[in-house]
C-alpha cells in the first residue's frame, strides 16, 4: 500500500483516500486503480439520480450494465484529450462523444463557453 499511501501530500488525493476508507469498512485499497475504481463508484453513486435508476446497484464498474457504453465513451473522451495535452473538455466535444458526466465532471464558463474536466485537475495540465 506504499503507493496508496504516497501520494496524501496531495489534498485532493488524501480528501479521497479517507472518504474511501470510511465508507468501505475503514479498509485501504491496495492500489491506486483500486482507489480510484472506489471513487468513481463512489462519485457515480452520489450523483447519478434518473428515474429508474438504481445507483446502489453500482457494486464494480464491471456491472454498469446499461451505463457500461456511456461510461466507455466518456474514458475514450478523456483518452483522446490526454493524448492532445488538455484535461479541459468543449460542450461540443462531450456531445460528440455522446458522454455522461456521472458525477466524475466539473464544469465552469470562460467567455460564454462552458468547459469541463474531471474532478479535480491537479495535474497542472490546462
Known amino acids: ?7 496524501c501530500y496531495i489534498p485532493f488525493i488524501c480528501s479521497i483516500l ?3 476508507y470510511h465508507l468501505f469498512d475503514y479498509t485501504l485499497p491496495n492500489t491506486l486503480t483500486e482507489l ?4 468513481i463508484i463512489y462519485a457515480m ?5 434518473r428515474p429508474g435508476f438504481n445507483p446502489r446497484r453500482i457494486e464494480s464498474l464491471d456491472n454498469l450494465q446499461e ?5 466507455d465513451d466518456l474514458c475514450y473522451c478523456a483518452y483522446v484529450n490526454l493524448q492532445k495535452g488538455s484535461t479541459n ?10 458522454c455522461k458526466h456521472f458525477g466524475l465532471m ?5 467567455a460564454d463557453t462552458t468547459r469541463y474536466q474531471f474532478l479535480p485537475n491537479h495535474s497542472g495540465v490546462p
Open 18 to 20: 479517507v472518504r474511501i
Open 36 to 39: 480510484y475504481q472506489k471513487f
Open 45 to 49: 453513486k452520489r450523483s447519478t439520480n
Open 106 to 110: 466539473t464544469s465552469y464558463n470562460i
Open 89 to 98: 473538455f468543449t460542450e461540443d466535444q462531450i456531445q460528440s462523444y455522446k
Open 67 to 71: 451505463d457500461q457504453k456511456a461510461f
Open 1 to 7: 500500500r506504499e503507493d496508496v499511501l504516497s501520494i
